[in-house]
């Protein structure tokens, strides 16, 4: 047994790559758009919507190609490897459209569309390379104890791709230099660029499910890729179609599928809520009373944490979830959420120090283990619905991407809601004080050094808080504390009739056991 899986290795790295491009969108693209761009509510809400349509229709299509095909012209469409080394690249260069202002002037109807564009190119190309992804870890071994070895190789990418948030707020001042910002997001771009060509070279190529399948059934036939290819060669392209929405309407219409999915759904907005918006709740809340200082060293720390110490902390626990399975493993993070937002709203606001922890472990608790956990939930559904409709091959990509028809909402549901309570609450107020604000720095910075204009932070943001925005700090600390609280809730009742919840204890996986059974 080697210390390295090398095989194992080439399927993270592109975990790696989408890591460091998801961890600074998640992190920045709502910041930047409210804060930098001054986008309008209307149009943040009409760009969310649209956005909500696109992906109901994407992620099923891709699922779709992916696994049964669209006839002969398109054959590496179904080579999970070949997708993510000719796409990736161009995943990578749709990250950059975020951050590169279409006019100086910037009018809101251009601020829309340029939001609308950037989400729907990178989400496509996220679709699209992040849908074989799926697809070759979850046909890179049948077996628990392996699967659960990529899960941590995946973490260990994520904790490495989480390392991203320090340099980039750190150089960037908190964003104050929007353009060294801008070259940092181009560093990022190459280096994912460059993970996801390592896993389109060197991923594997054998499907686990189909070696397993002909070696049960004495098939004798060096070449595994026949098997899995024969409906494709043959098919039309009306035949895949109408396979491939006969097959989605069996997934769809599995409990166990939609107990994951709804899980996953109120999952997503707890993690999208909490990448969105830490950054705005620290610095409105805790920044003005010195503690986190905006800029500073101490808050690009704080940040790298919110980040990294996820997947470290999933890391120290990961036995757990080969001893226990990820059902017991995703209710105990459910409670300890709970606790925590609920000990949160007892203790208030302004007790800030208790605020800090509060958004720290929230950060851990909705996405320690998040995909991975979930990683785990989704490949013993695709197994399961194998072993039921005896098919030839596992639809990995479309359980994935079936998944995404419904969960994809959540990213959009996530920031709409939160920005209609911010609204609600003169939020836009509050960000024309902060552009003031901005502008004086700059001002500061031509005559003075950064040094004097950190220190001189404290006491701006003190005028802000001197003005009347306590109804809109008590709707954000509000916001932090229930939207979190409510979400893990419906997470945990979502998972209750779930029934493979111990199929880790089994010592087959079950498309090998039925065959066993026929024998």
């Not at 759904?265 to 993690?271: C, D, G, K, N």
């Not at 030839?392 to 359980?399: D, E, Q, R, W």
Request: net charge neutral.
């Amino acid at each position: 047994m080697t210390l390295v899986d090398f095989p194992t290795v080439a399927v993270a790295m592109t975990s790696l790559g989408a890591g460091i491009l998801g961890v600074v969108y998640n992190f920045y693209y709502i910041k930047v758009f409210l804060e930098f761009y001054q986008i309008q509510p209307a149009y943040l809400n009409m760009a969310q919507i649209l956005f909500m349509i696109w992906n109901a229709i994407n992620d099923p299509l891709f699922g779709c190609i992916q696994d049964v095909g669209c006839g002969r012209w398109a054959k590496w469409l179904m080579n999970r490897r070949k997708v993510i080394l000719y796409m990736g690249p161009f995943f990578s260069a749709s990250f950059l459209i975020f951050w590169f202002p279409w006019t100086k002037e910037n009018p809101p109807w251009i601020v829309g569309v340029h939001l609308l564009t950037s989400l729907f190119v990178y989400d496509s190309l996220f679709s699209f390379v992040l849908s074989a992804h799926c697809g070759l870890f979850t046909e890179l071994s049948t077996e628990h104890s392996k699967r659960v070895r990529v899960v941590i190789y995946m973490e260990i990418a994520s904790v490495i791709g989480s390392l991203a948030i320090f340099p980039v707020d750190k150089l960037s001042r908190s964003l104050a230099d929007f353009a060294m910002f801008q070259w940092l997001c181009v560093a990022v771009a190459i280096i994912s660029a460059c993970c996801f060509l390592y896993t389109g070279l060197l991923a594997p190529r054998e499907v686990a499910q189909v070696k397993q399948r002909i070696e049960l059934n004495s098939v004798e036939t060096t070449n595994q890729a026949e098997v899995a290819q024969v409906v494709s060669d043959e098919a039309t392209l009306y035949t895949s179609v109408m396979h491939g929405l006969k097959s989605s309407w069996q997934i769809i219409r599995e409990r166990d599928f939609l107990c994951v999915v709804f899980a996953n759904f109120f999952r997503i907005m707890r993690v999208i809520a909490a990448s969105n918006f830490t950054a705005i709740f620290i610095e409105a809340l805790v920044s003005p009373s010195g503690l986190l200082p905006k800029g500073s060293t101490e808050i690009s720390i704080y940040y790298q944490l919110t980040q990294t110490l996820p997947p470290i902390v999933f890391l120290l626990f990961w036995p757990l979830l080969t001893k226990l399975g990820p059902w017991l493993v995703n209710n105990g993070q459910i409670f300890f959420s709970c606790v925590n937002c609920i000990l949160m709203l007892v203790i208030g606001r302004h007790n800030h120090m208790w605020l800090v922890i509060f958004l720290l472990v929230e950060n851990i608790l909705c996405r320690a283990g998040y995909p991975g956990v979930y990683n785990i939930f989704f490949p013993d559904v695709v197994d399961e619905d194998m072993m039921r409709h005896d098919r030839k091959s596992p639809l990995s990509t479309m359980v994935f991407t079936l998944n995404a028809l419904i969960t994809k909402p959540a990213n959009s549901f996530a920031p709409m809601i939160v920005v209609f309570f911010l609204s609600r609450a003169d939020y836009a107020s509050y960000n024309k004080m902060k552009h003031a604000q901005s502008a004086f720095h700059s001002l500061d910075n031509s005559t003075v050094a950064w040094n004097a204009t950190v220190a001189d932070s404290s006491m701006m943001t003190s005028a802000l808080e001197a003005q009347s925005f306590d109804h809109l700090f008590d709707v954000m600390f509000i916001v932090a504390c229930v939207f979190p609280l409510i979400c893990a809730v419906v997470e945990g009742l979502a998972l209750t009739p779930y029934r493979l919840k111990f199929r880790h204890r089994r010592s087959v996986v079950p498309v090998l056991d039925n065959e066993i059974k026929k024998q």
